[in-house]
């Protein structure tokens, strides 16, 4: 079977916080330009990032410049879709809407660090894969 050409992907939050942090995410940028690759995003996860970035926890590590950069690249670059379905599978339920949501794009990727997803490895047609193994497996 031949690789696909180009992917449906999308980022979890945490990938976007340490985006925002300015941890390793160098190559987030090569991603967006990139023609190979579609990045979609759901309200949930952009209403996840701002409850998150906004944290007393976090207040120490982000800048409201920072923050402001991030929602640039999410409007610039990505596809905002609604997440229709529900399902019940992640450990952790709150992590429920990023299956239905990999799985009603067709997303060929869903980038996470989070271990309730990614012990799933795989979710209908949608790999879960942490940042590094993506970028290993795509670039």
Not at 1 to 18: E, H, K, L, V
Not at 34 to 44: E, G, S, V, Y
Not at 56 to 78: G, H, M
Request: glycine share 2%; charged share 25%.
């Amino acid at each position: 079977m031949q690789a696909p050409t180009s992917y449906r992907i999308a980022f979890d939050t945490n990938i976007w916080i340490s985006f925002t942090i300015g941890k390793r995410m160098d190559k987030l940028k090569d991603i967006f330009l990139n023609k190979r690759f579609k990045t979609f995003i759901c309200p949930q996860i952009i209403e996840e990032y701002l409850r998150v970035v906004r944290s007393v926890k976090l207040s120490n590590y982000v800048t409201t410049q920072r923050i402001i950069e991030t929602l640039d690249l999410i409007d610039d670059f990505t596809e905002n879709k609604n997440v229709v379905s529900k399902t019940s599978l992640s450990r952790d339920p709150h992590d429920d809407f990023l299956l239905a949501f990999s799985k009603e794009h067709r997303l060929d990727f869903l980038i996470t660090g989070d271990n309730d997803l990614l012990v799933l490895k795989q979710y209908h047609n949608t790999r879960i894969v942490k940042y590094n193994t993506f970028i290993e497996l795509t670039l």
